[in-house]
């Protein structure tokens, strides 16, 4: 019984390890998006010449393929295009989208665009 008892110990260990580094990884991540937003019922303005600006209640949330601002991601060219189909699919049909973004510099810079069901 005694290494029964062992083996248990030592599995509850490493399962409390790696629970701990995935927490870790998901705050992380949580701040790396800085805030979020839903946008209920939809985005109101998509615009897409070169960036990304997405508006909803009057906010404007940018994403430019290279980076503006010390500490803000860049992203290529095909997120951006994802994100604004994903963005006009929202203003279309009026379905909620979740705004992860960062400020910097008084721009509202996006970090992920999510549709919701």
């Known amino acids: ?69 010390a500490g803000i991601p860049s992203y290529g060219a095909d997120t951006i295009k994802i994100w604004a189909s994903l963005a006009q699919a929202s203003l279309l049909s009026g379905k909620n989208m979740v705004i992860y973004y960062n400020d910097c510099g008084g721009i509202h810079y996006i970090n992920d665009l999510v549709l919701q069901k």
């Open 1 to 69: 019984m005694t290494n029964i008892f062992k083996r248990a110990m030592k599995s509850s260990r490493v399962t409390a390890i790696l629970v701990a580094l995935s927490l870790s990884v998901v705050s992380s991540v949580a701040l790396a998006f800085g805030s979020s937003i839903v946008a209920v019922g939809g985005l109101q303005q998509v615009e897409y010449p070169s960036s990304l600006m997405v508006q909803y209640n009057g906010v404007n949330y940018q994403a430019f393929p290279t980076s503006q601002c």
